[in-house]
């Protein structure tokens, strides 16, 4: 092979490797770049949907206190219309989570939305029987502490759910 050609032919492999090598670097960096803005995209979410279901919480917990203590029809009233005015919010934020995934994460999500509509009915039946009777109902605060109960275990469950969604190398 004469010289010339072969100077040519290891020229021709240096820049072909130096473009491979460019290309594959530069697509590194895209692809961590997007499973960051991923995975951020996703504690987004699962941030906004805990805090709405923790300031629900607190006014289910607010209304729910009412039993203990002495209190007018209109506390009754005013407790019931913070955790209705609450409730939209974590409707609200469900599709983000669902949107962004997994799908463990997302149903588990789909569950707790559920089970909080649930105690959102239980909740306007225990203030019904307050306003009606100037003391609410055993019965419908029972109903209402389990569907607490529920709601926790599953934000429980959320968070640790997420938490390895996060930590976890897939996209």
Request: charged share 25%; proline share 2%.
């Amino acid at each position: 092979m004469d010289s010339g050609i072969a100077a040519l032919l290891g020229a021709g492999i240096g820049v072909a490797g130096t473009f491979g090598t460019t290309w594959l670097s530069g697509w590194s960096v895209v692809r961590g770049q997007h499973g960051h803005w991923r995975r951020e995209g996703r504690r987004e979410a699962y941030i906004a949907f805990i805090v709405c279901v923790m300031a629900f919480r607190e006014a289910a917990d607010s209304l729910l206190s009412l039993m203990d203590d002495k209190h007018t029809r209109d506390d009754a009233t005013q407790a019931l219309e913070q955790v209705q005015a609450r409730f939209p919010a974590v409707v609200a934020a469900f599709p983000a989570v669902a949107v962004e995934g997994p799908e463990d994460v997302a149903a588990r999500a789909r569950s707790m939305t559920r089970a909080i509509t649930k105690a959102v009915t239980d909740l306007e039946l225990y203030a019904t029987a307050a306003r009606r009777f100037g003391r609410p109902g055993q019965f419908e605060a029972e109903r209402v502490r389990k569907r607490l109960v529920v709601v926790e275990e599953d934000l429980n469950k959320f968070a640790e759910e997420a938490r390895a969604s996060l930590d976890s190398r897939k996209v």
